[in-house]
């Protein structure tokens, strides 16, 4: 059975699906609907997956869409990373607030981030590749990318070097200076 745990943030869950492992190595469903809306109580529809590899030290984020906003289920499948979710909702009680977890491949473990949520990981691993399903499709028109250190939010990440970031990721925008949902 799909086991799931809410993090500090309700909304952003934790997964952990059943493994079956025997001396040939293991077998899990890594994506099952009805378990997923059984043990979460959503209905949700996944319409396209992503795939990234990273090399050590790589930040990725904080992205979101605003006009497409996408639901997030995140796997790791090779490595080890620290995925952190930011709520930019401005009904929620905890807009402006982040929550991070680590997740590594050999737990198997996903993490779902509910759309109007800005998200990005750091590689803690010499790589990482990461899987991930949405709720809609990728619109690059639509992007918006929340400064990986901004002082508003104050994410603390486990982090001693200054990360590797893309050049969109390095000019993102402050909390401030972003559109939020509802």
């Known amino acids: 059975m799909l086991k799931v745990q809410p993090l500090a943030i309700p909304d952003v869950l934790l997964l952990e699906p059943p493994v079956f492992r025997d001396q040939r190595g293991f077998f899990l469903e890594s994506f ?15 319409i396209q997956d992503n795939h990234s590899a990273s090399q050590q030290g790589v930040l990725r984020g904080l992205h979101y869409q605003h006009q497409h906003p996408q639901g997030k289920l995140i796997r790791v499948l090779e490595g080890e990373i620290f995925d952190v979710a930011v709520d930019l909702r401005r009904s929620s009680p905890t807009c402006g607030q982040w929550v991070g977890i680590w997740l590594r491949a050999e737990t198997f473990q996903q993490l779902w981030i509910p759309a109007g949520f800005a998200h990005g990981f750091w590689v803690k691993s010499p790589a990482a590749q990461v899987l991930y399903k949405t709720t809609d499709y990728y619109n690059p028109q639509d992007e918006y990318t929340l400064l990986w250190n901004d002082p508003t939010v104050g994410i603390r990440w486990p982090i ?20 939020l949902f509802p």
């Open 32 to 46: 099952n609907q009805r378990a997923f809306r059984e043990a979460t109580g959503l209905e949700i529809t996944f």
């Open 160 to 179: 001693d070097d200054e990360p590797l970031l893309s050049v969109k990721d390095a000019h993102g925008k402050s909390f401030n200076e972003l559109p």
